[in-house]
């Protein structure tokens, strides 16, 4: 039998240690919010291989059109010869993502791929060349997506400067102290100082930001956001690779803002565990770039595709959405009940079923406790509770459990997280 010991030891060895990894485990099966080990231990999943498993592992309806899809065709380059998975999926997308206009959409395979083909179409369709992101924004791992991202450590670290022309607004945080104000005069002070409007191709954001923390933003400062774009002929695209898929308890966070944007981008739960991403926006701004300058031999497998109508179909009949809210409800009670019981905890917070906490010195905000969360993920995983921590600071801990989790696990996993709070302070 091979051990997690062994199988790390091979791959620092075989694989460059910038493929950081969290927990050294090797899986070897999962089903729904389970996995077991090389080993044979069971472990609670509350990562969802980061936030890519809202309908679980191997839903069984996503298996099996999976395996359906195999038996016809699994590969023929959607630009060579074109297969109706791709078409049935951007239709059935045109209709979902927020915006009361005509929609086309894009496949792609990853969520930095989608990020970057929805800023090369803004570019395109303004002709402008200028971006805007956020302070503690994640946007990907390429190029021109690090340069979106506002954590230089690890993600750019070492690399040298990133892409120009990208400019950096303050992302909206009651909690460290960035008021809806302060954001909107970050921009501002932009387009004075750094870059006219009229070079601005996109202001890009999530609208709950992921690996950034879990902090969303509020409709209101989304309504100012969409202003500022008409305004000025700028694209708003939205991010909703992480807050998309039903996390937040509506398909799209952007649904519960009131605005819509220009382009949304998604990926990871999308096609439940396989890689599909894509770009959807307004017909005419995705019709912006000529034959040839979008796609990708990969982009929008047939498998990748089968396997996102089915968790969208998954969503209907099983009501997801339904219980999101109610899972977002469940984690927000256990979570405050914990936090009562320790002041470490400064904060809960989340939209629908994308929820955090953020770890304090004695609640302290200006005291960021980034050991105290790496503690606790790493004794949650000696109790079999696979957790993920997130935000600038590394001190929030972010729940992505399927939203197919039963009660009885879903009750587990807070035992476990109230147990590694109570046996940290002994
Ligand atoms: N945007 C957001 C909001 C994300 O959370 C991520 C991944 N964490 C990405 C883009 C990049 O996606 P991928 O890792 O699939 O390239």
Request: net charge negative; glycine share 10%; charged share 20%.
């Amino acid at each position: 039998m091979s051990t997690n010991k062994a199988l790390m030891q091979r791959r620092s060895n075989a694989i460059p240690r910038g493929v950081g990894q969290i927990h050294p485990v090797f899986a070897a099966r999962a089903e729904n919010c389970r996995v077991w080990d090389v080993e044979g231990r069971e472990y609670l999943d509350f990562a969802g291989g980061i936030a890519v498993l809202n309908t679980g592992h191997l839903h069984p309806e996503v298996v099996s059109a999976v395996e359906e899809q195999l038996k016809k065709l699994s590969h023929t380059c959607f630009q060579v010869l074109a297969y109706e998975p791709y078409l049935e999926l951007c239709e059935t997308l045109n209709q979902k993502v927020p915006g009361d206009f005509p929609k086309k959409t894009l496949l792609v395979t990853t969520g930095s791929e989608a990020v970057e083909n929805a800023v090369k179409i803004a570019r395109a369709a303004t002709k402008r060349n200028g971006t805007i992101a956020f302070t503690g924004a994640y946007h990907g791992r390429t190029h021109y997506t690090l340069s979106l991202t506002g954590k230089v450590n690890p993600y750019s670290a070492g690399m040298g400067l990133m892409p120009g022309h990208v400019y950096r607004a303050l992302y909206p945080c009651a909690l460290h102290g960035i008021s809806d104000d302060d954001a909107i005069a970050s921009i501002h002070r932009i387009f004075k100082n750094d870059a006219a409007p009229e070079d601005i191709a996109a202001i890009v954001i999530e609208p709950v930001q992921g690996e950034g923390g879990f902090y969303a933003t509020s409709p209101a400062f989304m309504q100012r956001l969409r202003d500022l774009c008409d305004e000025h002929g700028i694209m708003l695209i939205a991010d909703e690779v992480q807050s998309g898929a039903g996390r937040t308890g509506t398909f799209f966070a952007m649904e519960q803002m009131g605005v819509a944007a220009d382009i949304t981008t998604f990926a990871k739960s999308i096609a439940g565990g396989f890689p599909l991403a894509g770009v959807t926006g307004r017909a005419e701004v995705m019709d912006a770039i000529a034959p040839g300058g979008l796609g990708g031999t990969y982009a929008g497998s047939p498998i990748a595709c089968a396997a996102a109508l089915a968790v969208i179909k998954v969503f209907e009949q099983e009501d997801l959405l339904g219980k999101a809210n109610k899972l977002g409800n469940t984690l927000r009670e256990g979570l405050l009940a914990i936090a009562e019981k320790h002041s470490e905890i400064g904060d809960v917070r989340g939209l629908g079923a994308m929820i955090a906490i953020e770890l304090f010195e004695e609640g302290d905000h200006q005291k960021p406790n980034a050991a105290l969360t790496a503690q606790i993920v790493a004794r949650a995983r000696d109790k079999g509770l696979i957790l993920l921590s997130c935000g600038p600071y590394h001190n929030v801990l972010r729940i992505l459990v399927p939203l197919t989790v039963e009660e009885a696990q879903l009750q587990q996993g807070l035992a476990i997280i109230a147990a590694c709070f109570d046996e940290a302070k002994q």
